[in-house]
């Protein structure tokens, strides 16, 4: 059949003939334009004035009544028939669409066709300016192609039903763009999961930031990193120097501030008091250990808590020490002299070894070795360590993909504590890169990485408010190594203070325990002597 011309004063439809069919997912344009294809159509728009014909049809109408083609009605109501809602919901967007200034506005520009420039429309319609093409009016509902627009005042509540299953960002987007739009969504979307507190409790742990190396010191034994290793139920001090990577392992009788310092002040006798001692916080943050330091003219500097990344010279002194630790358990050699050899053993990357470095010579061990080879010669290797460094940073910092942030103090965070994350605020900065404290919601106060922090937006919920009423355990113990004399967490209903003796670290409870819930511990009357 040859083309044929229409000529149309209804201008979206130049546009809807012009757009391929696959592209059309309306079902109700996508069928006429299927049941048009053997004509050829070719439309083109002429003004209803011209239209001489067709207005005079329309004018002349049939005194005998017609009756609707059934297939032409099913096309016509294609779209509201599939729509699946309740009649309630479907009676509160109806109702809501003719109550909102943009919708309803929209519904009138389609009756009655939009003006030509869009200074000429009501400021609530012009974010629908550039899609009336491709909208249209059925049953009293606007419909973008295949989505039903929602008016302003039920937004919110069609977010909330997105976001039933707490599902992330894009999938949510993409579950909304099936059925419904608004101006605007996605940053709606995007905002909303943002504020959810659940998703926030439950999201996954943070990226890693770049890398902040430790700096390398000018002389050896200037900066030692110490940790703690256990095994085969024993305990040792593992030591490390940042310079030289001479490892030291002391065992311990137990890790108790007394002990490590018996340990340190051994090395010390050995190698001299380093400028610098850094490591966990368990046991240098004690009082003792501070007092020791301080005589040995020493600045101790800790990591922070559950961050044993930023101590990771000493966490691998104590990897190295446990691997060397089963295989002499298993051979049957000397823990000591295994440390011998691999003290004179070059590092990976050069090829002096640590007793090289921080002796300037190699120690005579059982591997047989010529007089000139054990004589002194000075060997520099900072800026080669530093170039090794530079290269372990390049690799890290490939996959940190978190930039760095910076807390003030007052900003709401949340705190990675387990598997979930905690409310609170900042209250200061430490002299560490990225170390700061915290104040729970509930009370109590810990220091935290960066990587334990992240800024919240949200609101607490009814769990954070069963949450704070439990006795914050880690802050207490905080306040215990830092040596409060008195620790008070409020706000507390239940509880009305907490005293701790800083020099016995005892915890006595002015007032009767409660349960989580808020009732009563009772002692059972078997216990309080009266039988």
Same mark, same amino acid.
């Given at each position: 059949?040859?083309?044929?011309?229409?000529?149309?004063?209804?201008?979206?439809l130049?546009?809807?003939?012009?757009?391929?069919i696959?592209?059309?997912?309306?079902?109700?344009l996508?069928?006429?334009?299927?049941?048009?294809?053997r004509?050829?159509?070719?439309?083109?728009?002429l003004?209803?004035?011209?239209?001489?014909?067709?207005?005079?049809?329309?004018?002349?109408c049939?005194?005998?009544?017609?009756?609707?083609d059934?297939?032409?009605?099913?096309?016509?109501?294609?779209?509201?028939?599939?729509?699946?809602?309740?009649?309630?919901v479907?009676?509160?967007?109806v109702?809501?669409?003719?109550n909102d200034?943009?919708?309803?506005a929209v519904?009138?520009?389609?009756?009655?066709?939009?003006?030509?420039?869009?200074?000429?429309?009501?400021?609530e319609?012009?974010?629908?300016?550039?899609l009336?093409m491709?909208?249209?009016?059925?049953?009293?509902?606007?419909?973008?192609?295949?989505r039903?627009?929602?008016?302003?005042?039920?937004?919110?509540?069609?977010?909330?039903?997105?976001?039933?299953?707490?599902?992330?960002?894009?999938?949510?987007?993409?579950?909304?763009r099936q059925?419904?739009?608004?101006p605007?969504?996605?940053?709606?979307?995007?905002?909303?999961?943002?504020?959810c507190?659940?998703?926030?409790?439950?999201?996954?742990?943070?990226?890693?930031?770049?890398?902040?190396?430790?700096?390398?010191?000018?002389?050896r034994f200037?900066?030692i990193?110490i940790d703690?290793?256990?095994?085969?139920?024993?305990?040792?001090?593992?030591?490390?120097?940042?310079?030289?990577k001479?490892?030291?392992?002391?065992?311990l009788?137990?890790?108790s501030?007394?002990a490590?310092?018996?340990?340190?002040?051994?090395?010390?006798?050995?190698?001299?008091?380093?400028?610098?001692?850094?490591g966990?916080?368990n046991p240098?943050?004690?009082?003792?250990?501070?007092?020791f330091?301080k005589?040995?003219?020493?600045?101790i500097?800790t990591s922070s808590?559950?961050?044993?990344?930023?101590?990771?010279?000493?966490?691998?002194g104590v990897?190295i020490?446990?691997q060397?630790?089963k295989?002499?358990?298993?051979?049957?050699?000397?823990?000591?002299?295994?440390?011998?050899?691999?003290?004179?053993?070059?590092?990976?990357?050069?090829?002096?070894?640590? &007793?090289?470095? !921080? =002796?300037?010579r190699?120690? #005579?061990?059982?591997?047989?070795?010529?007089? %000139?080879n054990?004589? *002194?010669?000075?060997?520099k290797?900072?800026?080669?360590?530093?170039?090794?460094?530079?290269?372990?940073?390049?690799?890290?910092?490939?996959?940190?993909?978190?930039?760095?942030?910076?807390?003030?103090?007052?900003?709401?965070?949340?705190?990675?504590?387990?598997?979930?994350?905690q409310k609170?605020?900042i209250?200061?900065?430490l002299?560490?890169?990225?170390s700061?404290?915290v104040?729970?919601?509930?009370?109590?106060?810990?220091?935290?990485?960066?990587?334990?922090?992240?800024h919240?937006?949200?609101?607490?919920?009814?769990?954070d408010?069963r949450?704070?009423?439990?006795?914050?355990?880690?802050?207490?113990?905080?306040?215990?190594r830092?040596?409060e004399?008195?620790?008070?967490i409020?706000?507390?209903?239940?509880v009305?203070?907490v005293?701790v003796p800083? &020099?016995q670290? !005892? =915890?006595?409870?002015?007032? #009767?325990?409660?349960t989580?819930?808020?009732? %009563?511990i009772l002692? *059972?009357?078997?216990y309080?002597?009266?039988?």
């Amino acid at each position: 059949m040859p083309d044929v011309l229409f000529q149309t004063d209804h201008q979206p439809l130049i546009h809807i003939f012009k757009k391929p069919i696959y592209k059309i997912t309306n079902n109700r344009l996508k069928k006429m334009r299927l049941k048009l294809l053997r004509f050829q159509p070719k439309v083109e728009y002429l003004p209803g004035k011209y239209m001489h014909i067709a207005d005079l049809l329309s004018r002349n109408c049939l005194e005998d009544p017609v009756e609707d083609d059934p297939e032409m009605v099913e096309v016509v109501h294609e779209v509201t028939k599939y729509i699946d809602m309740s009649l309630n919901v479907k009676a509160d967007l109806v109702r809501e669409t003719a109550n909102d200034p943009g919708l309803s506005a929209v519904m009138q520009y389609y009756q009655e066709g939009w003006p030509k420039n869009n200074k000429d429309i009501v400021n609530e319609a012009k974010p629908y300016w550039k899609l009336r093409m491709d909208i249209f009016v059925e049953d009293k509902l606007v419909i973008l192609e295949d989505r039903i627009i929602i008016p302003v005042s039920l937004r919110k509540k069609v977010l909330k039903n997105l976001h039933t299953a707490h599902l992330g960002v894009e999938k949510t987007k993409s579950r909304a763009r099936q059925s419904v739009y608004w101006p605007g969504m996605s940053n709606d979307i995007t905002t909303f999961i943002k504020e959810c507190r659940t998703c926030e409790r439950h999201s996954a742990k943070n990226k890693h930031e770049p890398l902040i190396p430790h700096d390398i010191p000018q002389l050896r034994f200037q900066k030692i990193g110490i940790d703690i290793l256990h095994f085969n139920s024993k305990d040792f001090l593992v030591v490390e120097d940042y310079l030289s990577k001479w490892l030291e392992i002391k065992p311990l009788s137990s890790k108790s501030s007394k002990a490590v310092i018996d340990a340190l002040r051994s090395i010390f006798s050995t190698h001299g008091n380093p400028q610098i001692i850094f490591g966990d916080n368990n046991p240098l943050n004690s009082h003792e250990c501070h007092e020791f330091a301080k005589s040995m003219g020493s600045v101790i500097k800790t990591s922070s808590p559950e961050y044993a990344r930023s101590n990771g010279l000493a966490e691998k002194g104590v990897h190295i020490a446990k691997q060397m630790l089963k295989k002499c358990s298993d051979s049957g050699t000397h823990i000591l002299d295994a440390l011998k050899e691999y003290n004179n053993t070059p590092l990976t990357g050069m090829n002096v070894s640590p &007793a090289e470095i !921080l =002796m300037s010579r190699k120690c #005579r061990t059982l591997v047989p070795i010529l007089n %000139k080879n054990l004589e *002194p010669k000075v060997v520099k290797v900072k800026q080669v360590l530093e170039r090794l460094q530079d290269k372990v940073k390049s690799q890290h910092d490939l996959h940190a993909n978190r930039k760095p942030v910076h807390f003030s103090q007052g900003d709401s965070v949340v705190v990675r504590r387990g598997k979930k994350w905690q409310k609170g605020n900042i209250v200061r900065k430490l002299s560490g890169n990225r170390s700061y404290v915290v104040e729970l919601l509930g009370g109590g106060q810990l220091r935290r990485n960066t990587w334990h922090l992240k800024h919240s937006s949200t609101k607490p919920d009814r769990v954070d408010a069963r949450e704070n009423k439990e006795i914050d355990a880690d802050a207490i113990l905080a306040n215990i190594r830092a040596g409060e004399k008195k620790v008070t967490i409020n706000p507390n209903p239940t509880v009305r203070a907490v005293s701790v003796p800083a &020099a016995q670290g !005892l =915890m006595t409870f002015e007032s #009767r325990q409660t349960t989580r819930f808020g009732r %009563k511990i009772l002692k *059972p009357h078997r216990y309080d002597g009266s039988c």
